[in-house]
């Protein structure tokens, strides 16, 4: 193995590793202890469960909240719903779901012979749900093939959000046209706190539209049209976050979404979400995501956007170890971990530019066949647009130097407006600008062995590898991982494991448990 | 001299630098409309220095011209600071003398505005402009609850904790969501103390129009690039004045 352009020690590096892998194997186990109602509401909905009923509540927790006052949460929703099946209370799970809300099925935990053909029926069906996921990727890979993939790196990234799915669509095409590789649909502000998943097209969003099977469905398809068009695949984008994560997962499998974001500590420290909820929501919905060919993009940008991006370089480094650990050991290979980080820097500050590239040259080598999800300024974008354009410019000249695999687009606009037809446009001249300029400028570029750069991103491994150890450090930490995110170890958030929004959807697994989803996507791994 | 009008290279000229896009696609009547629109805004003469097509139906203009309008500075309305501006060492002493225990603010993002950027610049130490924040305040105690906060979780915490002050910041502006958001505040503030035992009702952001403090129900509205030393300021000028501190 080659040691790269920062000449990073192989032994430090297989330390961090090490660390990070000992900080989350706790966090693991426990998420195996645990189910919540979301990676149940999963399950149902992989095994075919959709729509709605008149108040828009989705049939997955209609469902899912009987079976629980019934049986409790603790045994999994598969065992009592496909005893239920297999008794004949109702033909189908649509059925099954409807008579239940009713009040006219009463759910039991089955057990022997009865138990061994609830299991089975669940397994089939959920089984089934799954190949329908496998076809997906399929038919993405063959379209690929068909239309021709991104025609470079970085992947040009731009966000779409007007809260309503027929804006977005034509917003969408466009952004395709003007050179977008990748197409985000940013949710609408809030829907990471409800604990459903809204049903069909949606037209009213706050800052963003509802992520939902049907708008998914139709993005993609529309996407599907300009991938056509232009004569490479466009990809899709959304988010596997809040409450609903898991159900999110499916859905983004099921209706062949390409990239999701889907961070293991986000929801914990921006959300104020439970940290045991997350962890078990996040584990599942990785392993949906390493199957469905899904790109995943971690949220390590976001820390900088509350603590400083100096002090705080390493928190993203770590954070990144521990996505990286999380991914691994859910199945998600490489190439679909989009580990993030950012250009967030005070611009004010002496060096700030050279400090960057460290942080971003620290990334790439450290991960080095992961596409890396490179975000653009936020936090010093005044309202000065000019000099927001440069810092944007400067941001990409960083992306372009150090191989970073999805760009971002940063809009001089930031905290003034949502971006303007125009500010995109700017934007992406921008980017095609720096790009077209720099050209294969990343092959000449090699910091000085010992120079600014190279002694700045082995300063910030080693404050990584001190963070890890004080996080597994029993004395400062008893509670490991779980601990240090309670004192505020990242984006300055005290986030205590008892406490958060969903908490009350957690249960552990009983011995009874049963959940075919998890099973046949432990299997394949 | 109170009228002035805009500044290029020479007193009095006038000039200003307008960009917009038109539904137009890119052709000589698109340039003739920018101009048309830039006319109709005062700019004359108008030069369309540069037009694009974005698409094959918009067009990008850059417009640099002179306008006719005058300005009179006299005529402006702004909220001036109407306290003295404190240093953190006064602050506290006010605050001693004044109260005889640490004064409590209790802040937070609400709604579902999930950028801390603006209550973490005033409240966190590490503070904004070169300025400590008001955890750094040794008489304040500080409890932030930082990101989508709820209204109901923060009057009740306000309540538990005997709030002097409460600071809310927001940034989403979609809707005007920080306007309702904040309404729904300041409602739900007077409907769960008497108007007498209420706490200071603080809010800001960028967005925000610091003249609507009583439009929305509040006591200070406070915009863009506000320092935590403004804030702390105004809260002990409001709460514990430091001059008046026996009279009070």
Not at chain 1, 296 to 315: F, K, P, Q, R, S
């Amino acid at each position: 193995m080659t040691r790269g352009k920062l000449d990073l020690d192989p032994v430090t590096v297989r330390k961090a590793r090490a660390l990070a892998r000992k900080a989350g194997r706790p966090i693991v186990n426990l998420a195996k202890k645990h189910t919540t109602v979301s990676v149940e509401r999963a399950t149902l909905r992989m095994a075919g469960l959709a729509g709605a009923d008149g108040d828009g509540i989705p049939w997955a927790n209609r469902l899912l909240d009987v079976v629980r006052a019934d049986v409790g949460l603790e045994h999994g929703v598969a065992l009592p719903v496909w005893d239920a099946l297999v008794r004949n209370e109702a033909e189908d799970l649509a059925t099954l779901a409807q008579k239940a809300g009713a009040g006219s099925v009463t759910f039991r935990i089955p057990e022997g012979r009865d138990a061994i053909r609830a299991r089975a029926a669940a397994r089939r069906q959920v089984g089934a749900g799954l190949k329908r996921i496998d076809a997906r990727r399929r038919e993405r890979d063959r379209m690929i093939k068909r239309h021709g993939d991104a025609p470079r790196t970085p992947w040009i990234y731009l966000i779409v959000a007007t809260g309503d799915i027929m804006e977005d669509i034509p917003q969408a095409q466009q952004a395709a046209r003007e050179g977008a590789d990748v197409i985000a649909v940013i949710r609408s502000t809030g829907q990471s706190l409800l604990d459903y998943v809204p049903e069909g097209a949606t037209r009213e969003g706050f800052a963003g539209t509802y992520a939902t099977q049907e708008n998914f469905r139709l993005m993609r398809a529309a996407l599907d049209e300009s991938s056509a068009e232009l004569g490479r695949y466009v990809r899709l984008t959304n988010y596997a976050s809040g409450l609903c994560m898991p159900e999110i997962a499916t859905l983004a499998g099921l209706e062949r979404l390409d990239m999701m974001l889907n961070d293991s500590m986000y929801g914990i420290l921006f959300r104020d979400i439970n940290p045991i909820r997350t962890f078990v929501d996040q584990r599942f919905s990785r392993q949906v995501h390493a199957r469905a060919g899904i790109i995943i993009n971690t949220g390590e940008d976001n820390y900088l956007t509350t603590a400083d991006a100096v002090e705080a370089a390493h928190t993203v480094t770590t954070s990144q170890l521990l996505n990286e650990f999380f991914a691994k050991e859910a199945g998600l290979e490489d190439w679909q971990l989009g580990l993030g980080h950012a250009f967030e820097i005070d611009p004010d500050l002496p060096n700030s530019f050279r400090l960057e590239l460290a942080h971003a040259l620290l990334a790439r080598e450290l991960f080095p066949d992961a596409p890396l999800k490179w975000m653009p300024p936020t936090r010093h974008m005044s309202g000065d647009v000019f000099r927001g354009n440069l810092l944007d410019g400067f941001f990409n000249l960083v992306g372009s130097l150090t191989g970073q695999g999805i760009l971002l687009v940063g809009m001089m606009t930031e905290a003034v407006v949502t971006p303007w037809l125009s500010d995109r446009d700017i934007a992406l001249q921008n980017v095609r600008y720096v790009l077209n300029a720099t050209g294969d400028l990343h092959e000449d570029f090699r910091p000085a062995p010992d120079g600014f750069i190279a002694n700045r991103a082995r300063q910030v491994l080693g404050e990584t590898i001190d963070l890890l150890e004080a996080i597994v450090d029993t004395e400062q930490h008893p509670g490991g991982l779980l601990d240090a995110i309670a004192d505020g170890t990242f984006g300055l958030m005290r986030r205590p494991a008892d406490a958060g929004r969903g908490l009350d959807g957690v249960a552990k697994k009983s011995s009874a448990y049963y959940n075919p989803a998890t099973e046949l996507l432990e299997e394949a791994q | 001299m109170t009228i002035v009008r805009p500044y290029g290279d020479t007193t009095g000229d006038g000039m200003v630098q307008l960009s917009f896009t038109l539904p137009v696609p890119h052709s000589k009547v698109a340039d003739g409309a920018a101009v048309q629109l830039a006319n109709k805004m005062g700019m004359d003469p108008a030069l369309v220095v540069h037009s694009k097509p974005m698409g094959p139906d918009f067009t990008f203009f850059v417009v640099y011209g002179r306008v006719n309008h005058l300005v009179d500075t006299s005529k402006v309305e702004v909220v001036e600071r109407d306290y003295p501006l404190l240093t953190p060492k006064e602050v506290n002493a006010a605050v001693k003398r004044g109260l005889r225990r640490r004064l409590v603010v209790v802040g937070g993002c609400i709604g579902t505005d999930a950028h801390t950027v603006g209550i973490d610049a005033i409240m966190n130490i590490k503070g904004f402009a070169g300025e400590k924040g008001l955890e750094y305040y040794r008489e304040l105690k500080v409890v932030n609850l930082g990101a989508q906060v709820s209204v109901p979780q923060l009057v009740e915490r306000a309540r538990a904790e005997k709030a002097d002050a409460v600071l809310v910041s927001q940034v989403v502006t979609q809707r005007d969501a920080h306007l309702l958001n904040t309404r729904e505040m300041s409602a739900a503030f007077r409907e769960a103390y008497p108007a007498d035992r209420r706490p200071l009702l603080v809010v800001g952001g960028p967005r925000f129009d610091e003249t609507m403090a009583r439009e929305l129900g509040v006591d200070r509205v406070f915009g863009r690039g506000t320092t935590p030393g403004e804030v702390a300021s105004f809260i002990v000028h409001r709460i514990a004045p430091p001059s008046k501190g026996v009279a009070a």
